[in-house]
Structure formats: C-alpha cells, structure tokens
T-cell receptor, first 112, second 116 residues
Framework: QKEVEQNSGPLSVPEGAIASLNCTYS??????FFWYRQYSGKSPELIMF??SNGDKEDGRFTAQLNKASQYVSLLIRDSQPSDSATYLC????????????WGAGTKLIIKP | GAVVSQHPSRVICKSGTSVKIECRSL??????MFWYRQFPKQSLMLMAT?????????EQGVEKDKFLINHASLTLSTLTVTSAHPEDSSFYIC????????????FGPGTRLTVT
C-alpha cells in the first residue's frame, strides 16, 4: 500500500510569517508531486507541482522536493488569513498506475 | 487557463431517481478525466478514470452499473448516479488532465448531491 503522510494539524501561523507544510511518501519510485489547497466545502485547487529535486518558486509559494529523504514540502511566505485552508499533498508513481495518491491533508490556520 | 466546470453545483433528488453530472474542460482538451467523491471531513476518494472514447476504469468497490461514466469528447465527461439512495449523498468532484495520467489534474468546483 503506497502511502502519503501529512500531519493533520491544525497548524497555526501568525499573519505575515512563513507557513511550512510537510509531506512524506513511501514509494521511492514516485515521480510527480503536487500541492492542492482546499477550502471547506470547495474542491481542491492546484497550487504547485514539482517533478525534480530542489526548490520551485511561484509567487509566495515554494515547493521543495527531496527524493533521497522522500519528502516534499510547501512554504508559504507572508502568510495571509486567506491562506487558511486544508493543504493536500498528492503523489504519482508508476506503481499506483499513475493515479494520484493523496495525503489526508494539513489544516492551516493563519491568525491575524 | 486550465478551467474545469461542473453542472449542476447542487442537486436534490428523491430516492430511486437518477442524476446526471456534467464535467467540462473549458480551455483545454482533457486527455483523461477523473471522478472523485468526498464525504464530510474525509479525503477524496477516486471513483473512476476515463479517457475520451473508451470505457471508464472503475476503482475497486465502485459499482460501474450504479455510477455510469461517459467521456464523449475531449472536453466533456458525465457521471450518472442511477437509482440514487440516501447513502449516495456526497460531494462529487471531477478533474481533468490535459496531458494524461501522471500529470497535474485540474478540478471542477464539485457537485453536492443530496438524496432524500
């Protein structure tokens, strides 16, 4: 059973600070890594995807991938109350028949 | 770019009736479309994967005769819940990938189904 693990939280971060969300995965052959944001009662929204080791930056968001340690993280700089949501990590591997394997999500709360 | 729409956003139906949900990719051609179900405070559960013009592949435990999927074109997939029962009440979400499986999926806004 391929697994993706996330701390369920809630993770509370003061407004303006950096929020750091982490995700570990069990399948060393995983190839594609995604971060989605889901507001309560809404569908997931793709925030970042990363395929190669290292960092990928997009605005206030940075995804970090470390395949040797089998973790992927998402940093949110200058956190805003509107960033409060559940962040879902998803991974694709050949062994999952290329389907997304989802983490349970981390609830992030940005406190004004 | 990469916008996916769903219709209807909410539907209430009586037990025993059928409901059709449409999923459209508005600004790209979707090689593959996916259907998910999500119960309150639970994770997304993949129901099926479909490619245009071919039969959908259902996940284990999902009844293909109850959840009919038609992927008629590169921009449209439909999910029909047949003979709906209260336990089918859930949040149904489609997603689409323009480059096929193994790549990023873009999600529709979801359809909240309530069966009375």
């Amino acid at each position: 059973q391929k697994e993706v693990e996330q701390n369920s939280g809630p993770l509370s971060v003061p407004e303006g600070a950096i929020a750091s969300l982490n995700c570990t995965y069990s399948d060393r052959g995983s190839q594609s890594f995604f971060w989605y944001r889901q507001y309560s009662g809404k569908s997931p929204e793709l925030i970042m995807f990363i395929y190669s080791n290292g960092d990928k930056e997009d605005g206030r968001f940075t995804a970090q991938l470390n395949k040797a340690s089998q973790y992927v993280s998402l940093l949110i700089r200058d956190s805003q109350p509107s960033d409060s949501a559940t962040y879902l990590c998803a991974v694709i591997s050949p062994d999952s028949n290329y389907q997304l394997i989802w983490g349970a999500g981390t609830k992030l709360i940005i406190k004004p | 770019g990469a916008v996916v729409s769903q219709h209807p956003s909410r539907v209430i139906c009586k037990s025993g009736t059928s409901v059709k949900i449409e999923c459209r990719s508005l600004d790209f051609q979707a090689t593959t479309m996916f259907w998910y179900r999500q119960f309150p405070k639970q994770s997304l559960m993949l129901m099926a994967t479909s490619n245009e013009g071919s039969k959908a592949t259902y996940e284990q435990g999902v009844e293909k005769d109850k959840f009919l999927i038609n992927h008629a074109s590169l921009t449209l997939s439909t999910l029909t819940v047949t003979s709906a029962h209260p336990e089918d009440s859930s949040f149904y979400i489609c997603s689409a990938s323009q480059t096929g499986i193994g790549y990023e999926q873009y999600f529709g806004p979801g359809t909240r189904l309530t069966v009375t």
